[in-house]
């Protein structure tokens, strides 16, 4: 039997802070590979194997032809490291590529935390209640809320700033034919980066 891997990963280094709006999944093809994305989440953080930030957690469809290709996400925040992470067990974590962008306008990178705040100085005693009021009449029941606005889609990967990958790093890896650095080799096709599965 073939046993994979549980809860594996791929971590990409964009080489420094950004503020981060879209990744893109580049799915590998096939009846036997496609589904094997499943469910996913994405993770910003801003030091190397941490998780800190869940941006975006999705599943593929069902249908394994709608699984395949490009499989793009809202992930807005900021940080130096993105993460896909596959929950579970007996997973495996194969792409063509990941790639990650920003809004058209290059931003700066994100400011630093600011310093914490002293505490206000002590007040003197607050002044007796004041008398009730009379209640007031009662108000007419409101109406009802306007349903969320759907999600705005992804522009076209044309209209974005394409961010810099400079290394990349998998929970573990298959060989040598599927290392980690083959998902950010800007290549939607061809070599894939694939974690490792043992069969016993």
């Given at each position: 039997s073939t046993k994979c891997s549980t809860d594996p990963w791929l971590e990409v280094d964009l080489g420094g802070p950004y503020r981060i709006e879209y990744v893109v999944l580049h799915n590998r093809n096939g009846r036997n590979y496609a589904g094997d994305?499943?469910?996913?989440?994405?993770?910003?953080?801003?030091?190397?194997?941490?998780?800190?930030?869940q941006c975006a957690a999705a599943s593929v469809p069902d249908s394994w032809r709608d699984a395949q290709g490009a499989q793009s996400q809202r992930c807005a925040g900021s940080?130096?490291?993105?993460?896909?992470?596959?929950?579970?067990d007996d997973r495996c974590l194969s792409l063509y590529e990941l790639s990650v962008f920003d809004q058209p306008?290059?931003?700066?990178?994100?400011?630093?935390?600011?310093?914490?705040?002293?505490?206000?100085?002590?007040?003197?005693?607050?002044?007796?209640?004041?008398?009730?009021?009379?209640?007031?009449?009662?108000?007419?029941?409101?109406?009802?809320s306007p349903p969320p606005s759907p999600v705005p889609a992804m522009p076209p990967t044309d209209a974005l700033v394409l961010?810099?990958?400079?290394?990349?790093?998998?929970?573990?890896?298959?060989?040598?034919?599927?290392?980690?650095?083959?998902?950010?080799?800007?290549?939607?096709?061809?070599?894939?980066?694939?974690?490792?599965?043992?069969?016993?």
């Open positions: 994305l499943g469910d996913y989440e994405i993770w910003l953080s801003s030091q190397q194997g941490k998780r800190e930030i940080g130096r490291y993105v993460t896909v992470l596959l929950p579970g306008v290059p931003r700066s990178p994100p400011p630093p935390p600011s310093p914490p705040v002293p505490p206000p100085p002590s007040s003197p005693p607050p002044p007796p209640p004041s008398p009730p009021l009379p209640p007031s009449p009662p108000y007419p029941p409101s109406p009802p961010l810099p990958t400079v290394s990349a790093q998998m929970s573990s890896i298959l060989g040598w034919y599927a290392k980690a650095e083959n998902c950010i080799d800007n290549q939607t096709k061809g070599s894939v980066c694939s974690t490792k599965c043992s069969t016993d």
